[in-house]
Nanobody, 118 residues
């Protein structure tokens, strides 16, 4: 079992920045693809960014150039630096781990609310 706990959400003005963190209960980054998803009211959950077990990253077009995903292996923490935030970034953000070795499994955090509004 793996517990994921997100933090760092809040209310920010358009153009502002937030840094989300996801603390994993044990060291899984070398055997997992780690993802940030978000879900806005009335919309489906969408993939925002991911970092593979080998460190390759990718981003949704809507956040490319503004968001940066990273991980701190020593602290078992996944991060999402969000800059130049827009009202359309408002959503609940979820951390997700896809374990790549047996027994393969997927784990989710509880989510953290990000609200971009003036």
């Amino acid at each position: 079992q793996v517990q994921l706990v997100e933090s760092g959400g809040g209310l920010v003005q358009p153009g502002g920045s937030l840094r989300l963190s996801c603390a994993a209960s044990r060291n899984i980054f070398s055997i997992s693809d780690m993802n940030w998803y978000r879900q806005a009211p009335g919309k489906e959950r969408e993939l925002v960014a991911y970092i593979t077990s080998s460190g390759r990253t990718n981003y949704a077009d809507s956040v490319k150039g503004r968001f940066t995903i990273s991980r701190d292996n020593a602290k078992n923490t996944l991060n999402l630096q969000m800059n130049s935030l827009k009202p359309e970034d408002t959503a609940v953000y979820y951390c997700n781990a896809q374990i790549l070795v047996a027994p393969m499994a997927a784990y989710w955090g509880q989510g953290t609310q990000v609200t971009v509004s003036s």
